[in-house]
């Protein structure tokens, strides 16, 4: 099914993002089948909980987890949910982005959120190779084709522009070149959502804008993932990781609760779809499942 009709449907409705495993040495052909084996159980059990799509991650163009992708998509429809299968472009070529497309298609995937990609550790914009250079680039190559498109967006700006104007701007052409939908990096404070989904719609980009939440279960790590991705931690959620950052358990409360919060706000300002970084944890999406059972459509 595709995204783009599941965000015309009805709603509340909630989505969950999964991550497949690395790719390792060929030589290393078991320990590989088994951690693809594991990540699927996991996916089963998160699948299980009937979310409206399951995204799956990729890699770093030429990285270690391209081709596992598509499989674990395939594996996210086979458990009978719709599957988002994200593509990055960044060092990667014309045919290999043809290739992944026919893997895609064959695996009966329907959805693909065009991505560039971070750079390569070491490298940056200026020492880029490859055939394509924004992610504008992708969706220019893929809109001719009838997948359902997504791409990403950044209410706090994107970290490498310097002035959102720009980074709107860049955004528009990119949905003007044919996405159907955009997904939010993560953010704490539900404020600058709305703000910034009005200032898009003034921008004239008028597509589905699916809010990303995170539940914040690591504290210490929370601050470092902020900093890098340019995401704002607001003093009442700073508050709580200097709480219970310590203490995994309450944090794991602590952060399903903000969580929580945080999107049953959005549903009540008339958000219809909300996407939950909850990544291979079932026992998490299990948490936020529950706490919204009366809520979600499913
Ligand atoms: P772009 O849309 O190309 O934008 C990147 C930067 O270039 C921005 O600063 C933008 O303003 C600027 N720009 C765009 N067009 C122009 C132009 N014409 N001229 C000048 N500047 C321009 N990464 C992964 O590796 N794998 C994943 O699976 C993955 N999933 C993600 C899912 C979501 C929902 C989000 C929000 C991010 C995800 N990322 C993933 C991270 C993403 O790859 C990085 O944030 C990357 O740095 C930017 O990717 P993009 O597609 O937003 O790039």
């Known amino acids: 099914m595709k995204i783009s009709e599941l965000l015309s449907s009805k709603g509340p409705s909630i989505s969950f993002e999964v991550f497949p495993p690395k790719r390792s040495d060929p030589a290393l052909f078991a320990e590989e089948e088994h951690a693809m084996a594991k990540t699927k159980a996991v996916i089963s059990e998160i699948a299980a909980l009937k979310p409206s799509f399951i995204s799956v991650t990729y890699g770093a163009a030429g990285g270690t987890t391209g081709a596992n992708t598509c499989e674990i998509a395939r594996h996210v429809l086979g458990c009978g949910v719709p599957a988002l299968a994200h593509l990055t472009c960044i060092g990667s070529s014309r045919d290999k982005i043809a290739d992944e497309l026919k893997s895609f298609r064959e695996a009966g995937i329907e959805n693909i959120l065009c991505l560039r990609g971070d750079y390569p ?5 200026s020492m880029r190779a490859g055939d394509f250079r924004h992610a504008l680039d992708l969706v220019k ?11 990403a967006c950044y209410p706090e700006r994107h970290p490498e522009c310097e002035h959102i104007a720009d980074d709107i701007e860049h955004l528009k ?17 539900n404020s600058v959502y709305y703000n910034y989904l009005s200032r898009l719609r003034s921008n004239g980009i008028m597509v589905p804008v699916v809010a990303g939440i995170m539940p914040v279960t690591n504290g210490k790590q929370i601050s470092r993932i902020c900093k890098l991705s340019g995401t704002t931690l607001p003093p009442r959620f700073r508050a709580i990781v200097d709480r219970f950052g310590e203490d995994p358990a309450a944090m794991m409360s602590a952060g399903v609760a903000y969580a929580t919060e945080q999107i049953v706000d959005l549903f009540a300002n008339g958000v219809n779809h909300v996407h939950v970084y909850t990544m291979n944890k079932p026992d998490l999406s299990r948490m936020i499942m529950r706490n919204l059972e009366s809520i979600v459509a499913r």
């Open 121 to 125: 550790p070491g490298t940056d914009a």
């Open 173 to 189: 052409a990119k949905v003007d070149a044919g996405l159907d939908f955009l997904t939010t990096q993560m953010f704490f404070d």
């Open 141 to 151: 190559v893929l809109r001719p084709s009838t997948f359902c498109l997504g791409g």
